[in-house]
């Protein structure tokens, strides 16, 4: 499924950040922003419709602007012709240019919205293409608690009732910070990157057995939670009498990763059982997952020393 956001929808987000003025194409707020590309159509205003990608933001900046002003009445009613040719999402002003006639009644014939902002064109389109990669990224919601471990994004899973949100609860009293519970909103905002929000209604709360919807931001200030994190580990929490066999590994050769949106995120089991401190565990297994991102595994480390050990003695 293709993710679409309406050009409305980001005029609302972005009106104050860009400083947007809606001049033209009011009709069109409904139409559909399709990928997150934004152009300047410098070609198409010579006729290379070629160039343009329908639905998308395009961006008039100073060179399109100089462009439009040294042509003839004809030949400017021309060029517009050909910007609008094709089916245009929005079209942005940059630099605080003034809007020649002949675009805003093509703006509004063709019911295309039309913005101007005084930011300069280059920062426009950074905010811009910053703000689509995230709007229009494949996403998926997945059951867990979501947390920053030691800088790193650690997810929670497990079964209901294993205790995912009572250990999330022990790690915020140990300093790390909350992101998510119950519901994680993964984004997938580069080919192998996810990033974890949680959903508007769940912010800053944390649901304990016993205790019921706690507020972490107010109970332990704003260090505490975490607007998104970028994923990088998942800790299974599974019933140590339940889990398979293979996957009880006693010294942890073979890394272990889920597929998520297509990207292969490393993942650990813990067993759960009465006595062990799970905290401590998830802060060994995240100091881990560093190390080995450093290129040091612990367990490769021991078997070399071993072999050593045994060469010296034969």
């Known amino acids: 499924m293709i993710n679409t956001i309406p050009v409305s929808k980001m005029f609302a987000d972005l009106v104050v950040p860009l400083d947007l003025t809606w001049v033209a194409g009011e009709e069109g707020g409904d139409k559909q922003l399709i990928g997150d590309t934004v152009q300047k159509p410098s070609l198409a205003l010579v006729g290379h419709l070629n160039f343009v990608h329908p639905n998308r933001v395009q961006v008039l900046g100073c060179a399109e602007m100089d462009y439009l002003r040294q042509l003839g009445d004809a030949e400017l009613a ?7 040719a094709t089916e245009l999402a929005v079209v942005i002003i940059a ?5 020649p006639a002949p675009l805003l009644v093509a703006a509004r014939r063709t019911h295309t919205p ?16 910053h703000y689509l990669t995230h709007a229009l990224a494949d996403s998926i919601n997945v ?10 994004g650690v997810m929670l899973t497990g079964n209901s009732a294993a205790g995912k949100s009572e250990l999330a609860l022990e790690l915020i009293t140990r300093g790390h910070r909350l992101v998510a519970d119950d519901v994680v909103d993964l ?3 580069a080919p192998a990157i996810l990033e974890a929000q949680c959903p508007p209604m769940l912010q800053d709360f944390l649901e304990v057995r016993g205790l019921g919807v706690l507020n972490i931001r107010t109970l332990f200030g704003e260090p505490a ?6 994923l990088k580990l998942i800790v299974n929490l599974q019933d140590q009498t339940g889990m398979p066999q293979e996957r009880i590994s006693r010294l942890d050769m073979e890394a272990t990763a889920e597929t998520i949106l297509g990207v292969e995120i490393s993942k650990v089991y813990i067993p759960v059982a009465a006595g062990r401190n799970l905290a401590v565990l998830v802060e060994v297994a995240t100091r881990n997952y560093i190390l080995r991102a450093r290129g040091i595994n612990s367990a490769e480390d021991f078997i070399a020393r071993q072999q050593r050990f045994l060469q010296a003695n034969q």
């Open 114 to 129: 039309l913005f101007t902002s005084p930011q300069a064109s280059p920062e426009l389109m950074a905010v811009l293409s």
């Open 225 to 230: 939670v975490k607007f998104k994190k970028n």
């Open 78 to 84: 021309q060029a517009i012709d050909n910007l609008f």
């Open 143 to 152: 059951h867990g608690v979501m947390l920053e471990v030691d800088g790193i």
């Open 187 to 189: 984004y997938k905002v």
């Open 95 to 99: 630099n605080g240019e003034s809007v």
